[in-house]
């Protein structure tokens, strides 16, 4: 099970998350680990709890595939604000059951940072992924297009803020990955096979994770003219909020890919204070954005590595 949990995508796929299994309790606790966060980035640790949220849901997933009945206690211990989640798997009858259906997407669902075709995603889908955050206590807003056009500008714009900090430029380094001397394990971080092309002709509606460093033979493509976004957020702005979002988050990937969408995050206008409430549609009933999905039609990207069980879990 925790091998599927670790499926979730998580910052700079830094993978935040430490699991101890209770051999006495029949629990498995969630712990959000402070030594893979981002200071400058997420100084909150808001998408690191976002991250660990993603994790708990795969968790759950998982559970209900081996025919398990997972109950979630979310930030059980007032005394550590690490301990984000504890999961018994002795629910009530019919708990989480419709989860199952959502596990062969687990080793499917892979970040898309390529261009996705013009395309447009019919309605009963959309709906379908609406329904699919509602279930974890969240709104999927997909905006229009005056919205859409705002989001990407305010993308444009952390692009320019980032390119301005080098703090934040020397922190996204530190996550990447592309076979130089002194880069960190392979088992984490965004490799460069999945930077996805240079842009041109249009803003890119993705990270440019090659901007630190130069990548040999990083091809260019022109991406989506109109890109299709989702905004996931919550009432609320607190740990317990972002940990719903992570789950909600998880359980929309999920259903979208197994509706042949490919995907990727965008959280880069939300990083900054400054940016982050002009996401927001002021026509909805979302209080804060925590995610900006991307979706479409196109290659599904390849899967990034992760660190072993062995790293993550622990018996206690």
């Not at 998982?62 to 211990?77: E, F, N």
């Not at 076979?179 to 394990?185: L, Q, R, S, T």
Request: net charge negative; hydrophobic share 40%.
């Amino acid at each position: 099970m925790v091998e599927d949990a670790v499926t979730a995508p998580s910052m700079h796929n830094a993978q935040p998350w430490k699991f101890v299994a209770g051999t006495d309790t029949g629990t498995i606790a969630l712990y959000g680990d402070p030594q893979r966060a981002m200071p400058r980035e997420d100084p909150s640790h808001r998408a690191l709890h976002l991250g660990c949220g993603a994790a708990l849901f795969c968790l759950r997933v998982s559970a209900a595939h081996r025919g398990l009945r997972p109950v979630v206690r979310l930030l059980p211990a007032a005394d550590d604000p690490w301990h984000l989640a504890d999961v018994r798997f002795d629910g009530p009858e019919g708990a989480d059951d419709d989860l199952g259906v959502l596990h062969p997407a687990l080793g499917q669902r892979h970040t898309s940072r390529f261009p996705f075709t013009e395309e447009r995603i019919p309605p009963e889908v959309t709906d379908g992924l609406r329904a699919a955050a509602l279930l974890e206590g969240c709104r999927l807003v997909v905006p229009g297009a005056w919205h859409t056009d705002t989001v990407m500008g305010l993308v444009h714009a952390s692009e320019l803020f980032e390119a301005a900090d080098e703090a934040v430029r020397a922190e996204i380094a530190a996550w990447t990955r592309t076979g130089a001397a002194g880069e960190g394990p392979d088992t984490e971080g965004i490799p460069a096979y999945a930077f996805g092309p240079r842009q041109y002709d249009v803003t890119s509606p993705v990270r440019n994770f090659g901007a630190p460093r130069q990548v040999p033979d990083r091809a260019a493509a022109r991406f989506e003219k109109a890109p299709q976004i989702a905004l996931l957020g919550t009432v609320g702005d607190g740990p317990e909020d972002w940990l719903k979002a992570g789950q909600a988050m998880q359980r929309v990937l999920l259903q979208a890919t197994l509706d042949g969408l490919a995907t990727s995050l965008m959280s880069q206008p939300l990083e900054w204070p400054e940016l982050r409430s002009d996401a927001r549609d002021p026509g909805s009933t979302i209080g804060f954005v925590h995610m900006v999905i991307r979706l479409g039609y196109g290659p599904r990207g390849r899967a990034t590595p992760r660190r072993p069980v062995s790293e993550v879990l622990a018996f206690g």
